[in-house]
């Protein structure tokens, strides 16, 4: 009997899930993600730098796992770039003097010039091992790579505007296809044509959407190998200094995934505003109206959002905020709350339909 | 099948301070109930409390001696009511629609059932086709379909024939007719020949009120006639007393 329920069930979440796999829909979706990233491609171009190429070239002598070597590494090159550039005056003079000759002076003056060129960047180099000596007494173990444009790609990787506007189209024309096909009454004089069936509705749409935050989610990655290479994502998140409050020792992908994780939950949370949207407001303008307003306001006045509410909604698409800036837990715990506040709400304003 | 009543009992629903329905009683019975009433009388508001969509504002109907609204989902699956507009999502086929509604109800189905309910409606040539392409016609008889899954014991029909063609109709009634041996039929139409056709009792409905039962005698030839010299002298005015 038991079986038979759960069989019914599973038929009954396949249908809600028919509902809304209708050809504009799906059109609908695959336009969205087509544009996707086209736009993430203009955002985030692939970028030559070549000012950073002695960074880069540090980065990839010291490779690998953060080690004591390493930071000696750092203080011997800054005793010979020190070295170096302070003889400037001293070598001048004894160029003047006769005590060196041209071929000599020549040799200085273009070591001094390499020196001078590369200081910019081994003062980067040597303020990234400064900040992997500090992470010793957490016990997280940092990688040297090359992480700028992975961690620039990072900080600018906020919120999804696409997959919001998919979200609230898909969720509000899902939610009002009873009254928009007059099932409404049909539907609610059937015993499971109420609450199972909401609840089956939103289980389809958050079904949708996870499929929708994956699908979006790869083609965030896409842009990340593009613009940095598929290598990097073996890497420890703590390499990067805007993960520096993280308190995750996970590596980029991993990261990502939890990310993901985070982003499905707040689509859930989304999907039950709209559910409550949809029951408070009829009308088809002005929910769709109110839904907008309630999920972008929080991406409007992002910077007017106090600190713990920024970190809470960062990875939730609904701030602009960089990911980096997520708290993780706190941010599935807000969208579960959020989830049971609007539940709740919802609950008590339950029109009959 | 074991009849149970249906009785409605001082049935008031107010919308501000006007009474869609102003006390309304009556005791129904296996059988088939035809309500007969102006637009605004207060026929699809009774409807609705009966299908649980709307709850009265004072008064009980009850099942069996059981309040409807303390039974519930319970009542509602012995419950078939089609609403007078209906439509289904035009992305389903005509099949989809009765699978979906089987489950709603919390039966199970197979290609047997859905091809037995497709067909007592004379839409199984149609079974995978999408809603979205059928006539109002086709609708209301897949909505006739929808409303007779399960086998409910209290059976709803607003405007049923509305849009049908004369052979659906003469089918649709054969339905009913059998249908009312067994179980409790409540029709609301405009058109008498309807109610004459196949009812067992003709309840007039006004403002809100139940101010005349009639037992239809189907051994009268012009009982629509009677029907309508009723219906003029209840409400005042001419009721659609012919199929369209």
């Known amino acids: 009997m038991k079986n038979n329920m759960r069989g019914g069930t599973a038929q009954l979440l396949g249908f809600e899930l028919k509902k809304l796999l209708t050809a504009v829909n799906i059109i609908v979706f695959l336009i969205l993600m087509l544009v996707k990233p086209l736009i993430m491609l203009w955002y985030y171009p692939p970028e030559y730098d070549f000012n950073l190429n002695f960074y880069r070239e540090y980065t990839e002598t010291l490779y690998g796992e953060h080690t004591p070597e390493k930071s000696q590494y750092i203080l011997d090159e ?3 770039l020190d070295d170096i550039i302070s003889k400037e005056r001293e070598t001048a003079d004894a160029f003047t003097n006769g005590e060196l000759t041209a071929e000599e002076y020549d040799r200085y003056n273009t070591e001094l010039i390499r020196a001078s060129n590369r200081y910019p960047a081994f003062e980067r180099a040597a303020a990234h091992c400064e900040y992997f000596d500090s992470l010793s007494e957490s016990g997280k173990t940092p990688w040297w790579f090359y992480e700028l444009p992975l961690s620039e790609f ?16 898909f969720g509000l024309r899902f939610f009002g296809a009873d009254e928009l096909y007059g099932m409404s009454l049909s539907v609610g004089a059937t015993p499971y044509g109420r609450q199972k069936r909401s609840a089956l509705g939103i289980a389809a749409l958050v079904i949708f959407c996870t499929v929708g935050c994956v699908i979006s989610m790869g083609f965030d990655m896409l842009s990340l190998v593009m613009r940095c290479g598929g290598e990097y994502f073996n890497m420890p998140i703590c390499s990067m200094e805007i993960f520096a409050d993280c308190g995750y020792d996970v590596t980029v992908l991993q990261y990502l995934l939890l990310i993901l994780l985070v982003r499905i939950t707040w689509s859930a949370a989304l999907c039950v505003i709209l559910l409550t949207v949809k029951r408070l407001v009829k009308n088809t303008y002005a929910s769709l109206a109110v839904s907008a307003a309630v999920i972008f306001i929080p991406l409007a006045a992002a910077n007017a959002l106090p600190d713990w509410l920024k970190t809470t909604l960062a990875g939730s698409q609904l701030t602009g905020f960089s990911v980096a800036e997520t708290s993780l837990d706190v941010s599935v715990i807000a969208a579960v709350a959020t989830i049971a506040v ?3 709400i919802s609950a008590s304003f339950r029109r009959k339909l | 099948m074991e009849s149970k009543t249906l009785i409605f009992d001082k049935v ?22 035809g309500l007969l009433g102006p637009n605004g009388s207060g026929k699809s508001t009774l409807m609705k409390c009966i299908a649980d969509i709307i709850r009265p504002t004072s008064g009980r109907i009850t099942y069996g001696g ?10 509602r699956k012995v419950l078939g009511f089609m609403p ?4 289904f999502y035009h992305s389903f086929t005509a099949a989809d629609v009765i699978k979906y509604f089987t489950l709603l109800k919390g039966g199970k189905y197979n290609a047997e059932t859905v091809e037995q309910a497709l067909d007592g409606v004379n839409l199984l040539s149609s079974a995978k086709k999408r809603v979205g392409g059928f006539s109002g016609g086709m609708k209301r008889r897949l909505g006739i379909a929808v ?5 409910p014991e209290v059976v709803i029909f607003d405007e049923p024939t509305a849009g049908l063609d004369p052979e659906e109709r003469v089918r649709f009634k054969n339905l009913i007719r059998e249908m009312g041996k067994t179980r409790t039929v409540i029709l609301a139409t405009q058109i008498i020949s309807d109610i004459e056709a196949v009812a067992d009792h003709t309840l007039f409905i006004k403002n809100g009120q139940l101010i005349k039962t009639v037992k239809n005698d189907k051994n009268i030839q012009s009982h629509t006639d009677v029907l309508e010299e009723m219906y003029m002298d209840s409400f005042g005015q001419k009721a659609d007393s012919h199929e369209e």
Request: hydrophobic letters at 50%; aromatic letters at 16%; proline letters at 2%.
């Open chain 1, 78 to 80: 800054r005793a010979r």
């Open chain 1, 154 to 169: 990072l900080a600018g990787f906020g919120a999804d505007p696409l997959f919001l506007v998919f979200i609230i189209v």
């Open chain 1, 342 to 344: 609007f539940f709740a």
């Open chain 2, 12 to 33: 008031t629903k107010s919308y501000g301070g006007l009474n869609a329905l102003d006390g309304f009683s009556a005791e129904l019975t296996c059988g088939i109930y």
């Open chain 2, 66 to 75: 059981e309040d409807i609204y303390s039974l519930g989902a319970d009542f």
């Open chain 2, 84 to 87: 007078q507009d209906i439509d």
């Open chain 2, 147 to 151: 409303t007779l899954i399960g086998t």
